[in-house]
């Protein structure tokens, strides 16, 4: 398996513009984990879903962002409208029943916003 | 709330010696513990991962221990190299939750 695979790698919009981050978690995995970090905070979960449904969001920081997952093999996160502060690395992980064998972390996307 | 705490935050160490990182955890209620290294700019890479019913693993170089009760968990790193210079996370899995808690991460540094 090629792992949790990220796109993509960088980032760079203006302020209000809509940006979309994509992951595809590994095949037969049932947990997938949207993860940002930043100098100041850390690593901080965002969302996670099981089996395709959203479980917790209460790490979402605003109603500019939202995430979905159409489907096993693929998860989307957006941020609309885009400000400065959003710049950071976005992470997806994904795990297996409940995380029994740890948890698979993708290379990131590095989101800067000017 | 649970959280983790890593210390040092940096470190510093002549190649060759053996190290110990440090990371304590607030709820002994834990699932899972993983040791993650990060290298500037990349993704976490899995290093070990000890189920709450275990107290340590070995990979390698590599040994991490569990002590759920004192809530704390070493990584043990023998004949250090530089290419082990990362930064190296502890994340805890609370039991009966699915999330990953993260503690800041020791910046380590293996110098030739």
């Known amino acids: 398996d090629a792992g949790v695979i990220q796109s993509p790698r960088h980032e760079v919009t203006e302020m209000g513009q809509e940006v979309t981050l994509r992951c595809k978690p590994i095949s037969g995995h049932d947990y997938l984990f949207w993860y940002r970090q930043t100098m100041m905070r850390g690593l901080e979960l965002l969302i996670y879903?099981?089996?395709?449904?959203?479980?917790?969001d209460s790490g979402m920081p605003e109603d500019r962002f939202s995430a979905k997952m159409p489907n096993a093999s693929f998860s989307t996160l957006k941020i609309q409208p885009s400000e400065p502060r959003d710049s950071a690395v976005y992470f997806c992980?994904?795990?297996?029943?409940?995380?029994?064998?740890?948890?698979?972390f993708g290379s990131g996307t590095r989101l800067t916003v000017v | 709330k649970q959280e983790v705490t890593q210390i040092p935050a940096a470190l510093s160490v002549p190649e060759g010696e053996n190290l110990v990182l440090n990371c304590s955890f607030t709820?002994?209620?834990?699932?899972?513990l993983q040791w993650f290294r990060q290298d500037p700019g990349k993704g976490l890479t899995s290093l070990l991962l000890?189920?709450?019913?275990?107290r340590e693993q070995t990979s390698g170089r590599l040994n991490a221990s569990l002590d759920k009760s004192s809530g704390r968990s070493t990584l043990y790193i023998a004949a250090s190299q530089p290419g082990d210079s990362a930064t190296y996370l502890c994340?805890?899995?609370?039991?009966?939750?699915?999330?990953?808690?993260f503690g800041q991460g020791t910046r380590l540094t293996i110098n030739p």
């Open positions: 709820d002994s209620a834990i699932y899972n």
């Open positions: 994340a805890v899995q609370i039991q009966g939750a699915q999330k990953l808690v």
């Open positions: 000890i189920q709450s019913s275990q």
């Open positions: 992980a994904s795990s297996f029943y409940r995380g029994l064998y740890g948890y698979t």
């Open positions: 879903f099981n089996n395709n449904v959203p479980i917790d």
